[in-house]
C-alpha cells in the first residue's frame, strides 16, 4: 500500500512538471518572472548509430537572472553533524527538456541549470592518531544565488531521429 501511494505522488509530481512545460524555440529567449532562457545549437553533425542515422545536436543551455534583485535560497540543514561534505549539492532553477532526443550514446534528454552554491569556510580542531593538534578545513554550503545580472549556463548534446528538428520544452523550477 505505502508503495502504491509514493507512486501515485510520483505521478503527480511528475504531471505536474510536464503540465508546466513550455515549448521554446532555438535563439527565441523566454522571459520569465525573473528569468530569461535560451537554447542555441552550437554544432550540428549526422551520425550513424547502431545502422540508423541520427542527427546530433551540441547546444549550449542559458539561464539570465533579469530581476532588480538577487535569487538566494538559504540551506536549511547547515548543522555541521549533518552534512555530507561529499554529495553535490544544487538548487535547480530550470528543466530543459528535448522531447524527441533518445539518449543514446550517453546523451541526454533532459539537462538542468542550477543556483550557484555559496560555500564558507569551516575550521575546526581535531586530532590525529598521535593526539596531536590538527587544524581542519571544510566548506558548507550555506546558500545558493544568482546575483541581479548573471546567467548560468551548461552545454547538453541531443541525438533526435535523422531529419527532424529539437522539439524543445523548458520547466522554471525555481519559483520564488
Do not use: W
Request: proline share 2%; glycine share 2%; charged share 30%.
Amino acid at each position: 500500500m505505502k508503495d502504491l501511494k509514493n507512486l501515485f505522488i510520483i505521478l503527480i509530481l511528475f504531471s505536474i512538471i510536464k503540465v508546466n512545460s513550455q515549448s521554446i524555440d532555438e535563439n527565441t529567449p523566454i522571459e520569465l518572472d525573473k528569468l530569461r532562457i535560451s537554447y542555441k545549437v552550437v554544432n550540428f553533425t549526422s551520425k550513424e548509430i547502431q545502422g540508423t542515422i541520427y542527427d546530433r545536436y551540441e547546444v549550449k543551455l542559458d539561464a539570465k537572472n533579469i530581476s532588480n534583485q538577487d535569487i538566494i535560497i538559504l540551506e536549511s540543514d547547515i548543522d555541521e553533524t549533518k552534512v555530507d561534505f561529499s554529495k553535490k549539492q544544487n538548487r535547480s532553477l530550470v528543466t530543459f527538456n528535448c522531447l524527441n532526443a533518445n539518449g543514446k550514446r550517453l546523451t541526454a534528454k533532459e539537462k538542468q541549470l542550477f543556483l550557484k552554491p555559496h560555500r564558507i569556510r569551516y575550521r575546526f580542531k581535531s586530532y590525529d592518531k598521535e593526539g596531536e593538534t590538527k587544524v581542519i578545513t571544510k566548506y558548507v554550503i550555506t546558500a545558493y544565488y544568482l546575483k541581479k545580472g548573471e546567467s548560468v549556463s551548461d552545454d547538453a548534446i541531443f541525438i533526435v531521429p535523422k531529419g527532424e528538428k529539437l522539439k524543445m520544452t523548458y520547466a522554471e523550477v525555481y519559483k520564488n
